[in-house]
């Protein structure tokens, strides 16, 4: 199973949705609540009325459908557009879900959470989950949510504490790398985040210190 965590939308590399399907649209409607960009390629049909999507009367050309993020092929996609589309993804490692072929997908639905500070997706590229691995896998996912946000939060404050004034992008760069260390992460994920936020201070202490020293 893979795990993406996506801190934002992919810029310039929407989702390409090739005709419709009931499958297919909750997949699209759960693709913008998240804030994703979704590009629909369909004759007629219902896709083409949700706010927030760009719509397409003509299939995808190949370089759009290789650059895409992933691509989605509802079950209502012409033949014609559906063997295209695979013959040019082949090789290409462009996540795809085909509504009528999910076997061979390598994208699952609908397990997609998105969330406050980022959005989550979780997909098997070998056979469906079962309930009790869609459970873990959910569960795992919500919990990285809730990682995410502390672990923002504790960026925001150590960040306004420690650089305020700040201008050197390089420097700041260097030095809010450091915080990421196993100590601090794992107080995050017991939810101590006061123990947390103590660790790095201290990190950012040293860490500033000796980039200054490097600097001279």
Not at 169 to 192: H, M, N, W, Y
Request: with cysteine; hydrophobic share 45%.
């Amino acid at each position: 199973m893979f795990i993406p965590l996506v801190v934002a939308p992919p810029a310039g590399r929407p989702a390409r949705v090739l005709g419709g399907g009931p499958k297919t649209l909750a997949a699209v409607q759960n693709l913008l609540r998240a804030g994703w960009p979704v590009e629909v390629h369909e004759k007629s049909g219902s896709l083409g009325r949700l706010k927030g999507v760009r719509v397409s009367n003509s299939p995808p050309p190949t370089p759009a459908l290789r650059q895409a993020s992933m691509v989605l092929i509802g079950s209502a996609c012409p033949g014609e557009w559906r063997g295209t589309a695979l013959k040019a993804l082949a090789g290409s490692g462009v996540l795809l879900w085909d509504e009528n072929a999910p076997g061979s997908s390598t994208l699952r639905f609908p397990l997609w959470l998105p969330g406050a500070h980022l959005s989550l997706a979780a997909w098997s590229g070998a056979k469906v989950l079962s309930s009790w691995q869609a459970t873990l896998a959910e569960d795992f996912l919500r919990v990285q949510e809730k990682l995410f946000g502390s672990f923002a939060r504790l960026l925001d404050e150590v960040g306004g504490l420690v650089f305020k004034g700040a201008r050197d992008e390089a420097f700041l760069d260097k030095a809010v790398a450091q915080l990421s260390t196993p100590e601090i992460v794992s107080c995050l994920a017991r939810g101590e985040y006061d123990k947390a936020k103590m660790f790095a201070l201290k990190v950012m202490a040293s860490t500033t210190r000796s980039l200054d020293a490097k600097d001279k």
